[in-house]
């Protein structure tokens, strides 16, 4: 299914306040958005006063209050809209009151590009990163701040508290420092990372190896964090749930500083804007009713109109002359008016058309869902049943210390990322990945929560490569797909629907040139050959990722993967 249509909000950011009873939301609120859009236009005067202010030329102000029944102040908005060459921007940044020194504030940015214009990766607004130094911002047990807090391993209990915390709702974004200090690369790289990351997400950073390896022991070793590297727990985590982990995304040094590819810290931001960006936003911003500043507007305008119509005849061409300029003016107003109508109208049409097109997607995505579960229960069943024959029949014949043997026996976990999967590609010795690490690790960008799926499928399809090199260095005589039919001993196997040993003459006539791989000098002189067979690590969705590999196994020992990354080109390609 195609992607949706690009939503006009590209950020969103809120911010729950929890301040004591004498700080006044309301008051700073308006304080900071005023500082911000002074930044912004230093040459205009900023009004605070409720209403529609023409600020510069297509650069237009509205600021409106909410009251309560009694008519005390609940809310401000400011909402700065912007008519630029590459398209309308629009600001908006919300606090609302509910209760003494508590309450929530948010900023919402919206664009609707001009054709040919687009900007492709829009920063967040400044005022965010302001206001979280500025309002006392709480998630959870947590405070919210500009920058992170550093910890030493005195402190990782109250890390994890932190961490574990039922009320958090924001991700939480922590770093551990190389051992190898001090590295300037890491630290550029990590400090861009939280300031971007500033109002998304509660940021902290350990201090040490001594600071890491206290959190490893608290989370356990799923859960950890190597010195250099970076993780993202999500609101939820429990340490207590071996399946936990794949949620919470972890980054090594080698892909934050260059060593893999660059742009993992761009990964990690992009990933805690877009989670603000698809939440639902709290009940008191969502319902806050502020007034109508345009609505002010025209009743201000009628007003004017209408004191022009009472006024007395006037005979003088002066007088005559500053009627018309009167007139003029406020029709140059309506004119305005009209215009911005129409502005706000695009970007409600996008709003709509983005919504209806990823709930599309949403549904498509929720039935493939369905139809993976399936699936893997149906295996998870077959392999149960299959274990429990195979412990019944040890049993039988008195081994039941092999089946003690074999519980004993830790299982390597799976990599839940493809930049874990490139580190670990190293512990399989018969197996030689020459491709582009950029394909594979462009697959945690796009693939979202089915990244991590995909991640441990490749990892598997690479231990079965690998086992299957080992069985031929031994008397195993037949090919992969006959190792996959019948793997002998305790080989792991590739399910056969996700093996395809060769492509179709009409895809290789028309894409063949997509599949030609690196390879050793010392396997093919020109460096490079056609790959054909590939194993399928998804069947559905437009990414549908595939690992293409030669079997080198009769001269060289090895299996060589020359490609891990999306779906390549064939004749069903939409």
């Known amino acids: ?162 961490l574990t915390n039922a009320q958090r709702r924001l991700p939480c974004i922590v770093a551990a420092r190389p051992s190898k200090r001090p590295d300037p690369e890491w630290r550029r790289t990590v400090d861009n990372l939280f300031r971007q990351a500033a109002g998304f997400a509660t940021l902290y950073e350990l201090e040490d190896s001594a600071a890491a390896n206290a959190l490893k022991a608290e989370l356990g070793h799923a859960l950890r964090i190597d010195p250099g590297g970076i993780r993202t727990y999500l609101p939820g985590l429990d340490p207590e749930d071996p399946g936990d982990a794949h949620r919470h995304r972890v980054l090594s040094a080698a892909r934050l500083t260059g060593v893999r590819g660059r742009g993992g810290a761009a990964v990690v931001a992009r990933g805690v804007q877009d989670r603000a960006r698809q939440a639902v936003q709290p009940s008191a911003l969502r319902h806050a009713a502020f007034a109508d500043v345009l609505r002010q507007e025209r009743e201000s305008r009628e007003r004017e109109l209408e004191s022009v119509r009472a006024a007395p005849d006037r005979n003088s061409v002066e007088e005559l002359r500053a009627d018309l300029k009167e007139t003029a003016a406020l029709l140059e107003l309506a004119d305005k008016e009209i215009a911005d109508l129409r502005k706000s109208k695009e970007l409600a049409e996008l709003r709509v058309a983005s919504l209806t097109e990823l709930n599309e997607k949403l549904t498509s995505d929720l039935e493939d869902a369905f139809a993976d579960h399936f699936v893997d229960q149906h295996e998870l069943h077959r392999v149960q049943n299959e274990v429990g024959r195979l412990r019944a029949a040890l049993r039988r014949t008195g081994r039941e210390d092999e089946i003690r043997s074999a519980e004993a026996t830790e299982v390597q976990e799976a990599p839940t990322s493809f930049d ?65 039919s019948n793997p002998p001993g305790d080989g792991e196997a590739v399910a056969l629907k996700q093996l395809a040993m060769s492509e179709s003459q009409v895809t290789l006539d028309k894409y063949g040139h997509e599949r030609i791989f690196p390879v050793p000098e010392d396997i093919a002189p020109e460096g490079e050959v056609l790959m054909e067979a590939h194993i399928k690590l998804d069947s559905r969705g437009s990414i549908s990722p595939r690992v293409y590999f030669m079997d080198c196994t009769a001269e060289h020992g090895i299996v060589v993967v020359g490609y891990i990354g999306r779906h390549l080109t064939n004749t069903r390609t939409n």
Request: net charge negative; proline share 6%.
């Open 420 to 484: 874990e999967l490139l580190g670990a590609c190293a512990g399989r010795p018969r197996v030689c990945f020459t491709g582009d690490e950029s394909q594979a690790l462009e697959l945690d960008e796009t693939g979202g929560s089915k990244a991590a799926v995909w991640a441990g499928k490749a990892w598997r399809a690479l231990v079965s490569l690998d086992g299957y090199a080992a069985a031929k260095s031994e008397d195993f005589a037949g090919a992969f797909h006959e190792y996959c």
């Open 1 to 162: 299914m195609a992607e949706p249509a690009p939503s006009p909000l590209v950020h969103r950011a809120v911010l729950p306040v929890q301040g004591d009873g004498d700080f006044d939301l309301l008051a700073t609120v308006r304080r900071r958005g005023v500082d911000w859009v002074r930044s912004k236009h230093r040459q205009a005067v900023i009004p605070q006063a409720s209403g529609r202010h023409l600020l510069a030329e297509h650069v237009v102000l509205d600021v409106a209050s909410a009251y309560a029944q009694d008519g005390s102040e609940t809310g401000v908005r400011f909402r700065l809209r912007e008519a630029k060459e590459e398209g309308l921007w629009q600001t908006t940044l919300t606090a609302v009151s509910t209760g003494p020194g508590e309450g929530w504030a948010g900023v919402d940015l919206e664009y609707s590009p001009e054709e040919g214009q687009a900007v492709t990766d829009p920063k967040p607004p400044r005022v965010i990163r302001e206001l979280t130094g500025h309002l006392p911002v709480r998630d959870g047990s947590a405070r919210v701040h500009q920058r992170p807090a550093v910890m030493t391993g005195v402190y990782i209990p109250q890390l994890v508290r932190v």
